[in-house]
């Protein structure tokens, strides 16, 4: 596909689904869930701040375990709330970034014109809608257009959306759109496979289920042997 035949698709995307702002980024909760960098807070209040969140948290917690008919008091579940509020401080740490973080100095200049495919990509985020898990792998490739991404960036970047509350469907899409965010490609193709867990231990239970989402878009959308080769390398294409 000629480079001439180029237009400015990516200037079309919704702002709606348009990744998410440096300024929408939220306190680091997430440090009281990690092994490193626990006091390492920019100042006095955001350590005030984000100790305040978390004892929210836990109070909600210890709620919660009292609603369903136990003992918040009993010797095991003591600590339980406070530990539930730091793994889900962990769980919806992509709050706390932005493409302009995650990507950094990942953006290279480059003299390549042939896909880019990053697959097996290991994906947990969490169901908006019952607040349980979903897990699987995203496969993402894109065609450059003078810019090459660092690939660690591409797997940071499905991190960064995956640690949210989510729907496969939007989840699919922002992969795509921070791509192209990030280097305007001439195309993107992102597909995810995950097993959720709303539909394996509740609802239908159904354990082998799985749902397969994809984004298309450029001339990944527009031209079908690019789409297809696409497919074909991530072990996707229909026969």
């Known amino acids: 596909i000629s480079k001439a035949t180029h237009v400015d698709w990516y200037s079309t995307v919704s702002e709606m689904d348009k990744p998410t702002s440096c300024n929408d980024t939220r306190l680091p909760l997430s440090r009281f869930d990690s092994q490193g960098d626990r006091d390492c807070w920019s100042s006095a209040k955001e350590k005030e701040d984000s100790e305040g969140k978390l004892e929210l948290l836990s109070t909600s917690y210890k709620i919660i375990i009292q609603a369903v008919g136990e003992d918040p008091n009993r010797e095991e579940l003591l600590k339980t709330p406070l530990r539930a509020a730091k793994a889900l401080c962990f769980f919806t740490k992509g709050y706390e970034e932005s493409i302009q973080s995650v990507v950094a100095d990942g953006i290279f ?40 991404l660092g690939l660690s960036k591409i797997a940071r970047i499905v991190e960064m959306y995956s640690r949210r509350f989510q729907t496969q469907e939007r989840l699919t899409r922002q992969i795509a759109d921070a791509i192209v ?27 082998s289920s799985k749902t397969i989402s994809s984004s298309m878009l450029g001339v990944f959308r527009d031209d079908p042997r690019t789409r297809e080769e ?10």
């Open 109 to 148: 200049d480059a003299d390549h014109d042939e896909m880019v495919l990053c697959k097996d990509i290991d994906l947990y985020s969490m169901c908006e809608h019952h607040l349980v898990p979903f897990y699987g792998r995203v496969s993402v490739g894109y065609l450059p257009l003078g810019k090459i």
């Open 181 to 207: 965010e990030a280097i305007h490609p001439r195309g993107v193709g992102v597909v995810v496979e995950a097993t959720h867990m709303c539909m394996t231990m509740r609802g239908v239970s159904k354990p």
């Open 230 to 239: 696409f497919l074909a390398l991530t072990g996707h294409m229909t026969r």
